[in-house]
């Protein structure tokens, strides 16, 4: 059974830092490129960060580049997101995703992050 769980969400500060965690299991997690997205209320979701399989390359929405890092741990089956520098306008649902091609693509539940001070 497919699962991504993310975990590490939270009330912050604006100015502050989070690192979300998203723990995957089910399937060969290495294989996949793994994203970050976010949905705040009334809004798309929209594309956070991305990280390719082996952890090679990474892109980010412009919005993020120089406060947000994403990286992975093939090891523990885990991909993270530091987020520094958070906005009250990035308080959003952050979900985790794993795809490979265009045919395997998966969900997390998503972490709520809220920023306010």
């Known amino acids: 059974q497919v699962q991504l769980v993310e975990s590490g969400g939270g009330l912050v500060q604006p100015g502050g830092s989070l690192r979300l965690s998203c723990a995957a299991s089910?399937?060969?997690?290495?294989?996949?490129?793994m994203s970050w997205y976010r949905q705040g209320p009334g809004k798309e979701r929209e594309l956070v960060a991305a990280i390719t399989s082996g952890g090679g390359s990474t892109n980010y929405a412009d919005s993020v580049k120089g406060r947000f890092t994403i990286s992975r741990e093939d090891g523990k089956n885990t991909v993270y997101l530091q987020m520094n520098s958070l906005k009250p306008d990035e308080s959003a649902v952050y979900y985790c995703?794993?795809?490979?091609?265009?045919?395997?693509?998966?969900w997390g539940q998503g972490t709520q992050v809220t920023v306010s001070s």
């Open positions: 089910g399937f060969i997690f290495r294989w996949y490129a």
């Open positions: 995703e794993a795809t490979r091609g265009d045919a395997l693509r998966y």
